[in-house]
């Protein structure tokens, strides 16, 4: 069922869930659409992205839509990309790309067409950070109910738990510090691993905060074949490695995204990893975790990608696993 889609190169797959009940004597009927961006290779200069709707009944594939369609590229600069980072959908309707940009699905406009980096999404806010050499350090927020974006302007606004860590990038292995509120700078750990080193470029490593005191963070070896996981609490400074995982270099970051309250995922080019802090336990998942059903698997195979829906297999298709999304309803 999937055959259509090798008439335009794939960008990306992100699933739009619809739960409606039939108003039939039959149970509650399940709808989904998967969000499927496609790349025209006629417009190599706009780059011009294509947004269909693969519609789902109850687990049957019923067809596509056309949603609406957006230039990548005006002016030879980048405009509203979903080929650049990770792309999610945000209350069923806002596609995010990576890029930090706005799509409404919905009313089929582009909201927000700034390049941003966000920190997350609260009810009816999309919180964003900059740290520019130019712009400087401060938070920005979009309002999905008025449509306006703005600075914040109160200096005491934290969008995320934990506290004020920062890499020491200088000297390799990395250094982590602690900055504490009106305290002397405290030194985690001298011993922070190599990061990843793309384009050039040191990015700091994946961290994410469990609570105000305790976060997990990414330590890579030199050759980016290995990572290790390790939980550091800030108030006694002891550290623990909580599991590890072969890798390969990638030409991305690696990132953290929050199961549980204990749990998270990484996800590192093809390979992703459970990283358990209460059980001591990383496990490397063969396919994504399940979100309405729907899974892809991790490794990219000569047939591409199997997809699943509630465990049975779909479909195969070439796409980035990275942009394989599901958003609850």
Request: aromatic share 14%.
């Amino acid at each position: 069922m999937f055959r259509v889609l090798i008439k335009y190169k794939l960008i990306c797959f992100l699933l739009f869930s619809l739960n409606a009940i039939s108003f039939s004597l039959k149970a509650q009927d399940s709808k989904y659409a998967l969000i499927v961006i496609h790349y025209d290779p006629s417009s190599k200069t706009d780059f011009k992205q294509l947004v269909y709707a693969y519609h789902f009944l109850n687990g049957h594939f019923t067809g596509r839509e056309e949603l609406m369609s957006f230039k990548g590229r005006v002016n030879n600069t980048d405009y509203v990309r979903t080929d650049k980072g990770n792309n999610f959908i945000y209350q069923n309707r806002y596609m995010i790309t990576g890029m930090g940009h706005i799509v409404d699905l919905k009313d089929k406009k582009i909201l927000f067409d700034q390049k941003a980096n966000l920190v997350r999404c609260s009810n009816d806010s999309a919180i964003y950070y900059t740290n520019d050499a130019f712009k400087g350090k401060f938070y920005s927020v979009y309002n999905f109910t008025t449509k306006q974006y703005a600075e914040v302007k109160k200096l005491t606004f934290k969008a995320i738990i934990g506290q004020d860590v920062e890499f020491d990038k200088a000297n390799a292995p990395y250094t982590i510090n602690y900055y504490p509120q009106n305290k002397p700078k405290v030194v985690l750990t001298i011993d922070a691993g190599f990061g990843q080193i793309i384009d050039s470029k040191k990015p700091d490593p994946a961290l994410m905060w469990l609570d105000n005191s305790n976060f997990v963070y990414a330590k890579f070896n030199k050759e980016n074949t290995s990572v290790e996981f390790v939980k550091v609490n800030v108030d006694t400074k002891a550290s623990s490695v909580i599991g590890k995982g072969v890798i390969k270099p990638q030409s991305e970051t690696g990132t953290f995204s929050r199961i549980s309250k204990t749990q998270l995922l990484f996800v590192l080019g093809e390979k992703q990893f459970t990283v358990d802090a209460e059980k001591n336990l990383v496990t490397e998942i063969l396919f994504t975790l399940p979100q309405n059903g729907f899974a892809a698997e991790c490794a990219k195979k000569g047939y591409g990608r199997l997809i699943k829906l509630n465990d049975k297999e779909i479909g195969k298709n070439h796409f980035q696993l990275k942009n394989f999304k599901t958003e609850n309803n």
